[in-house]
């Protein structure tokens, strides 16, 4: 079974610009989560997408938004990108929304200059 | 007090020895605890799963919860250098109805020298 996929992997962008990310999950998993990763704050919650819902979302301004497609796929958008802004940004998907295992894509590593 | 604790690091272990790896929890209510293991560079790759109390061995790996101690292990035995890696710690205090809640620590950072 082919693993999570996100497009595109690398990314260079300049500040005010906005930008959108891309999450295939594995075949069958329903729930898509998406996260933040900063040397200096780790992995952090951004949401989490469940039959086209957003359930959950984390302590992030309202310049990140997401929307999940009825095929599960995923996208997540920046608008007005901030330096700040620059990170790994990783999705995992589950079969289920709650306490399931989530397995993670390769990432998309955003550089805002 | 952050949710999720771990020692940062580096751990440095021989090749062959065992590797302790310690994760602490602040909500009693976390449902799951998970293992991930990151390679410079790299996304989180799953190690381990685990759901109740006890031990659950997978190969070198074994994971350890304690709820009532709200503590969760890793050991990682015969230690390779392909195990240099950063171990996150997860945990999920999530439900069906209340959707995934899924908060990672900072990482240990593991070096196994040859």
């Known amino acids: 079974k082919a693993g999570v996929t996100q497009t595109p992997r690398y990314l260079i962008k300049t500040r005010g610009q906005q930008v959108t990310l891309s999450c295939s999950p594995i075949s069958g998993h329903r729930s898509v989560s998406w996260y933040q990763q900063t040397p200096g704050q780790g992995l952090q919650f951004l949401f989490e997408y469940f039959s086209e819902t957003q359930r959950n979302k984390g302590n992030f301004p309202g310049r990140f938004s997401g929307r999940q497609f009825s095929n599960s796929r995923s996208e997540m958008n920046v608008s007005t990108l901030e330096l700040g802004d620059s990170a790994l940004y990783l999705c995992?998907?589950?079969?289920?929304?709650?306490?399931?295992?989530?397995?993670f894509g390769p990432g998309t590593r955003l550089l805002v200059l | 007090q952050k949710e999720v604790e771990q020692n940062s690091g580096p751990l440095s272990v021989p090749e062959g020895a065992i590797a302790s790896l310690n994760c602490t929890y602040s909500d009693r209510v976390s449902q799951s605890f998970f293992w991930y293991r990151q390679y410079s560079g790299k996304s989180p790759e799953l190690i381990m799963s685990i759901y109740s109390n006890g031990d659950k061995e997978d190969g070198r790996f074994t994971a350890q919860l304690n709820k009532a101690s709200q503590y969760v292990s890793l050991l990682i035995r015969d230690s390779q250098p392909s195990d240099s890696a950063t171990y996150l710690c997860?945990?999920?205090?999530?439900?069906?109805?209340?959707?995934?809640?899924?908060?990672f620590g900072g990482g240990t950072r593991v070096l196994v020298k040859p």
């Open positions: 995992a998907s589950s079969l289920a929304s709650g306490s399931e295992t989530q397995y």
């Open positions: 997860a945990v999920n205090r999530g439900t069906k109805a209340a959707g995934n809640k899924l908060t």
